[in-house]
Structures are given as C-alpha cells and as structure tokens.
C-alpha cells in the first residue's frame, strides 16, 4: 500500500483573473482544434455550403424568371432581391450545425473527458461558438464570391456593406446560443439532423424569397414578424437594395427592418443564454 | 496536508434517478497502488459510480472522495489528479495521434513545449509512436482505446478510472488494453475500473467489487470471489437422450457430486473441483459403457449463475440483461 500526498495545489487559478485568463485560453485551443477539422476535411463547407450554393443557382436562374417582386416584370431585380435573403437563410440554417457539432461531442464522449479535466468548463461551449463564428463568416465569403460572379453587387457604400454582413453574423451569433441550448437538450446527432423539419419552415416563412405582402395575410405577418426577414430587409437596405425601405410597409416590423436586424437577435440571446448555461449545469445531474 | 491511503473512498454513495436509485448506499475503499474492479451486468451502477468519482455527476447521498479529496466540494482539485476514459473513445479523429495527445496537454495546462513533450513520452509508453502522425480513424480498436488511454494520462493522474474498457474490442484489441492496465499498474498508479467481464476483473484487478442494482454485494480478490461462486462444472451432451440415467450414474460415481441433468439438451453437468482429472476419467468411463457423447466441456460459471449463486437469498435479479 502507498500512501500518497495531494499534490499542493499551487497552480489553481483561483483569482477571477487568472480563471478568465484560463477561460480564454482553453477556449482557443478549442477553437483550434476545430480549425484542424476545416484544413482536414474542407468537404465540411461543401456540405453545409451545398444547400445555400444550390439555392441561389435555383432561385436566380430556375425560378427568378417568373418572379416579380419589384412590380417591374417578371425575373427583373429578383437577384438582388433574393441574395440578401440567401445571405441571412444560410446564417439561420446555421443553428443546426452548431447543435449537430454539440450532440457529436457529448456522444463521442468529448463533453464528460473535458467536464472531467481541469479546464475551464465554459470554454467546451465558448470556443464551439468562436470557431462557428468565423465559419460563418467563411460561409458567407464565399456565397458573396457567387453571388458576384452570377451579377449581384451591393448597392450600398463599403461602411454599409461591412454593416450587413455585421448584421448577418450578430445574427448567427445568438443562433449559436440557441444550437448550444438544442445540442444539449437532444438526445443524438440523428435527432440533430431532423432539426430540418424545424427550420425549413423558418427560412421559407419569410421575407427571404418573397415579400410576406404577397403572402396571405396571416402567413405574410407570422413571416414579417419572423427575425429572419427582419434581417433580410434591414440587410436590403443596407445593400441599397431597390425598392428596399421604401414605400409604405405593410407590417410594422417591415419599416422597422435595423431595428429588428439588431433586436431579435438580442433577444434571442437574452432567451437562449440562461437556457443553455442551464442545459449545460444539468449534464451533471 | 494530511496524507491518505485509500485513493478512493465513498461511503454511503447514493443516487437517484426521478423514481430509480442508481446507487443505493454503496461503500468502497480502494487502497492506493491498487486496481479494482467495480464488477456487475449492464444497469448495476458502474458507470454512475465512476461519473460521480469523476465530478460528472452529482451524488445526492453520502460521501465521494478522490485523492483524499471531496468531489462534491473539491471538483476542481479533484479533476487535477485523476484521469478518465470513458465508454466512448474521447479522441479526435480528424487530428492525429500526436495532435490529439497535445491538445489535450495544452488543455490540462502544459505550456506548449511540455505539451509536446509529453505527448511523445506518452506515444512512447503505448506503443504509438510508429502511428504518432497517422489519425485514429486509421487506427484498429485496440489502439485507439490505447490513445484514449494515454489522453487520460497527460497529468500522470493518482486515480484513473476506465469506464468498460475493453467493451466492443476484439480478443487482440481487449489484450493490447489489458498489457496497457498492467503496466500502469506496475508504475504505481490507483486504477478503478468497470467491467461486466468476470475473466477481465480477473485478469487485472488486485480486489473486485461486486455490484448489482446500486447496491455492493461482495468485495474481494478475485481469487476468493470465484472460490465463492463455485468450481468448473464438467458438461457432457450424449447423442442418445435414452443415456442420460447412465451418464449421470457415471458422473455421480467419478466426481462426487450430484450432478444436474437437462433433458431437452440432453446435458449433465457437475461441479468438479479437479477439471482436467475429471474430464479424462468421465471420457474413459463412458467410452468403456459405450455412450455415445456429442460434446464434453470444462467450463466455469458465466457470471449470470454467479450472480444467481451469490444472490440466491434475495430475489432474482430483474435486470435480463447480465452477462
């Protein structure tokens, strides 16, 4: 038998400082770890990049010729009007990816090997998001690289421009949240990936492809009201989108499109933030 | 501070699930430098003892300490000193052997050079270092389960505690594993380890304890727990079901005990205390009586007749599933 001395436990960082200084840090090799995946295996962005890519090769060149959403005809304008929404429709699919990726990590055992280590617990969640982050914003590099090859171009100054996509991504941050909070809550990767069934309905039921005035009333004010559209519309407007924040709005939300784009985020997060840090407190009943 | 000798101690540990107790006052002791076994089927415990050991899961009775520290107020220190691998295989495999390991120093807080170094001595000490650049999905069972082992390994941990390590490995696989506990062992580390094989616990543990329904049932070496289950029983299937009488007959008179006999199977089976011995007499004897045998057998009790047997005063064990 070998008795045994704890070790002193000089190094625990139990300043607030040094534990945020621990917290950042973890929460960067996370962050590069989940680089390592992207350098690795790139047919990660084809896969999640598949669906949105697909989208606008259907809706400019299948279907924009029979739309007409500027009232100038048929199939005119309609790219610069759909780009916007594909832009804000592949940032609130995202949520599904941030759950997915979270439900692989508690089945393949990751979340109880890092719960189990000395790290800073936050950081399993923090650097997920960080590295979403800027996959998102690699998303959305490249989608924008189509969408100028196949003719849209933001109408709105540069200042403006980086706004939207400011937007977009704040968009994507409060869905992290939400992915973070489904993740956790959901038994399996299988039930990740029927998240679908969840969000097609919240990408279609919007402003992103057709105006939600063309829509029967009750639809066209549940897809006004929808955060997705307000992004959409707030981000036209920033693009100087024509026809955009004009006229007469049909549903308050539509002339209040930046106030949404900024809001229903926020709010979002001011929902979702708690939840999540209390599905994560839960792992360990 | 006070030194310790049990590297793990709980008393009174009790969980419980909305209507289910997990865990139902469990006590052990494990002295440092020891491997134990937690020993019990699917469902008995196992794997809430060691999530709670292991600060995953809160304990809602008793007393849990690690490393002579208490895992309910001392999480932290505790997650310093102690190493786990779970039922899954917790490494990366988009990153290689050697990434993983240093990803994994880095997150126990090695600065980037010790991180490295690390990460080789432990490639080193598993037999990876052939493998160090190559990803785990390249890798057989066995040796991914070893790269589990040695990311569990990265603070040299006074507890490890391994989560059924050697469930879903082949025979090759469950060996490689095996060399890799002992020689943990040898260099002086506690280990804790859950399986619901008899022949593992046997294998690798100094003293087992035995589990079912959240509750101990018996701790001890494994020697004395199989004296305690019973002797290898010699089998024997005829051809001919009209032979049983005359078999068993034979079997009563050459082994001493009463044997038992399945009719449908046309199987008598006897407890033997000399195995080998008995097998060859039996074969001799009935040859000379001219029965015909379909099969003859030495085998020891599965752990579901152990269970039975060590259980036999309180009611069967509900669970179907013991193995």
């Known amino acids: ?285 | 501070m006070a030194s310790f000798d049990m590297a793990v101690r709980t008393t009174g540990l009790t969980k419980r699930y909305s209507n289910t107790l997990a865990l139902d006052k469990v006590d052990l002791a494990v002295p440092a430098g020891t491997v134990h076994g937690l020993l019990g089927p699917n469902g008995a415990g196992k794997t809430t003892a060691v999530r709670i050991l292991t600060t995953l899961t809160r304990l809602d009775e008793g007393r849990a300490q690690v490393a002579g520290l208490d895992v309910g107020t001392q999480a932290r220190q505790v997650r310093r000193h102690i190493g786990l691998t779970g039922q899954q295989t917790a490494v990366d495999d988009l990153l290689t052997a050697r990434q993983n390991l240093t990803m994994f120093g880095r997150l126990f807080r090695l600065d980037k050079t010790a991180a490295r170094r690390r990460a080789d001595e432990l490639l080193e000490m598993f037999s990876l270092t052939e493998a160090a650049s190559r990803v785990p999905k390249t890798f057989s069972g066995g040796m991914r389960r070893r790269l589990d082992l040695a990311a569990s390994m990265i603070l040299a941990p006074q507890v490890l505690f391994l989560d059924e390590p050697t469930t879903g490995l082949d025979p090759a696989g469950r060996r490689e594993v095996w060399q890799a506990v002992r020689d943990l062992a040898g260099r002086g580390a506690t280990v804790l380890l859950t399986t619901h094989y008899l022949d593992e616990a046997d294998q690798l543990c100094d003293r087992i304890s035995l589990i079912d329904d959240g509750r101990n049932l018996i701790e001890d070496t494994p020697a004395g727990l199989k004296r305690r289950i019973g002797d290898e029983h010699l089998e024997v299937t005829v051809s001919d079901p009209s032979d049983l009488p005359r078999l068993s007959e034979v079997i009563r008179r050459l082994t001493g005990a009463e044997p038992s006999v399945a009719e449908s199977a046309g199987t008598v089976s006897a407890a033997v205390s000399d195995g080998v011995t008995s097998l060859t007499a039996v074969a001799a004897e009935v040859r000379d009586h001219q029965i015909e045998i379909a099969d003859i057998v030495l085998r020891r009790p599965t752990l579901d007749e152990a269970f039975l047997r060590l259980t036999s005063d309180r009611p069967a064990p509900r669970k179907e599933a013991l193995r």
């Open chain 1, 1 to 285: 038998m070998t008795a045994l001395t704890p070790a002193t436990d000089t190094a625990i960082d139990d300043t607030p400082a040094e534990r945020l200084r621990w917290a950042l840090k973890d929460c960067w090799t996370i962050v590069l770890q989940e680089f390592m995946h992207l350098v690795r295996q790139p047919s990660t962005f084809a896969w999640q990049l598949g669906m949105p890519v697909m989208m606008v090769l259907m809706f400019v060149y299948v279907f924009g010729s029979a739309m007409d959403v500027t009232g100038q005809g048929a199939g005119e304008g309609y790219i610069d009007y759909a780009m916007p929404g594909l832009f804000a429709m592949t940032m609130a699919f995202g949520f599904m990816n941030t759950a997915f990726e979270v439900t692989l990590k508690k089945e393949k055992g990751f979340m109880d090997r890092f719960r189990s280590m000395p790290m800073s617990s936050s950081a399993v969640v923090t650097g997920r998001g960080i590295a979403d982050i800027i996959h998102a914003a690699i998303d959305l590099t490249i989608i924008a690289a189509l969408a100028l090859i196949i003719g849209w171009r933001s109408g709105g100054s540069l200042v403006a421009t980086l706004a939207a996509f400011g937007l977009l991504l704040w968009l994507r941050l409060a869905l992290i949240f939400v992915g973070v909070f489904l993740g956790l809550r959901l038994k399996n990767s299988e039930a990740a990936g029927s998240l679908f069934a969840v969000a097609f309905p919240i990408g279609f039921i919007s402003s992103v492809f057709a105006p939600p005035e063309m829509m029967p009333g009750w639809l066209g004010a549940i897809a006004a009201w929808n955060p997705v559209s307000s992004t959409a519309n707030a981000i036209r407007e920033l693009f100087a989108t024509p026809g955009a924040g004009q006229g007469e709005a049909q549903y308050w939300i539509d002339g209040h499109a930046l106030a949404g784009a900024i809001a229903w985020p926020a709010l979002l997060m001011v929902i979702f933030i708690p939840l999540a840090i209390r599905q994560f407190q839960n792992l360990s009943r």
